[in-house]
């Protein structure tokens, strides 16, 4: 029985890919995990694979801030070599976050394959210095591939959860009508700058027909504060699969993993990179969308400027005016998001991962 240890920690984008992986896994593949105390692992791994949680955290400091974060990386190091021998892994498979460097290095340390994924288009830190001591690289966009120095990548797609592979019925809560539909994701990370920029634009929407979703995050001070029967604004949703599958129109972060389930949702998008992403990355994953026609990128700006107003309306101008959908752009950008998606990434990675233990 092969045993698989999965080192995913963080955010969502570490971790749904992981648990995509680690759920396409056949039988009679046993699978563990290792994470960070205190992060969202700890609230969706449990009760569904073995939980073991070290202190790790990153390398970005200087001084003796840097020499303890080293000895921190030694010891997660150690721990998780043990865990390994105790519970005779055979392989290790990690997306990312902090846990990842001491998860490649335990596994280098015991001899074992290690296959780590890297699902942006500019590869972290980790990815850039430890991607050679990996046995398999993957990447979830080509662009990836030549950014990681010692190793040759091979290009899988970024696994998405299963939910968006299949079909569902628009939420009853949406707003009803015939408008177009407009879904606004504003994410846990600055979420505040990409609602300001919307909700700027959405009174001239509404007062047009458009139906309007806004998941605006949990820390948005203004919700509430534009009332309208074809608008719903949410913290958060678990319905997202069914949202994009209906929605006309998605503005969004350009984060791997929204850009991944925009893929395989088919949805046309304006990305709204977040600026403050580790070396602009979610800028460089919105050039992977737009350069091949499937989203439009508008860079975070005043809410007084009108760059996110004028996009929208030239993308949504034709369903909202009813006019010749001869000039309506949206299906060819559909199409072109959906010929970026990658819905058997999970298995691709899968046969990377028994081909490790052949």
């Known amino acids: 029985m092969p045993r698989l240890l999965v080192a995913a920690s963080g955010t969502g984008g570490h971790l749904f890919p992981a648990l995509s992986v680690a759920d396409a896994l056949p039988e009679p593949w046993s699978v563990r995990w290792v994470g960070v105390p205190d992060r969202l692992e700890t609230s969706l791994v449990p009760g ?3 939980l073991t949680t070290v202190k790790a955290g990153g390398l ?3 001084g003796l801030r840097k020499l303890i974060q080293l000895i921190q990386l030694l010891a997660a190091s150690g721990s998780i070599r043990r865990l390994i021998q105790r519970e005779r892994i055979d392989a290790v498979f990690t997306t990312g976050g902090y846990i990842a460097a001491p998860a ?5 340390w015991c001899g074992i394959p290690v296959v780590l994924h890297e699902s942006n288009a500019i590869p972290g830190r980790v990815t850039r210095l430890l991607g050679r001591f990996c046995t398999r690289v993957a990447v979830g966009l080509e662009a990836a591939a030549p950014r990681i120095p010692g190793c040759r990548a091979v290009v899988t797609g970024t696994p998405v959860r299963a939910a968006f592979l299949q079909q569902h019925a628009l939420p009853t809560w949406v707003p009803q009508g015939n408008g177009p539909l407009l879904v606004v994701i504003g994410g846990s990370q600055g979420a505040l700058g990409l609602n300001r920029m919307t909700r700027v634009i959405f009174p001239a929407l ?3 027909g458009c139906r309007v979703v806004h998941l605006t995050g949990s820390n948005d001070p203004d919700v509430g504060c534009i009332e309208h029967p074809l608008l719903v604004e949410r913290p958060f949703s678990d319905e997202i699969p069914a949202l994009l599958q209906h929605a006309d129109l998605a503005i969004s972060r350009a984060g791997a993993g929204s850009l991944s389930e925009l893929a395989v949702s088919g949805t046309p998008s304006v990305l709204v990179p977040f600026p403050q992403a580790a070396d ?4 460089a994953n919105a050039v992977c ?3 091949v026609a499937a989203a439009v990128i508008v860079h975070q700006h005043d809410p007084s400027e009108t760059t996110l107003r004028d996009t929208v309306w030239r993308l949504l101008g034709s369903r909202l005016q009813r006019g010749d959908s001869d000039d309506d752009p949206l299906p060819e950008m559909g199409q072109a998001m959906r010929e970026l998606g990658v819905e058997d990434a999970d298995q691709k990675l899968v046969a990377l991962l028994e081909g490790q233990l052949a």
């Open 206 to 208: 509404l007062s047009s």
């Open 289 to 291: 969308a737009a350069a």
């Open 280 to 283: 602009r990355h979610q800028d």
């Open 104 to 108: 490649i290095l335990a596994a280098r």
């Open 60 to 62: 970005q400091g200087r």
């Open 48 to 50: 569904r694979y073995p």
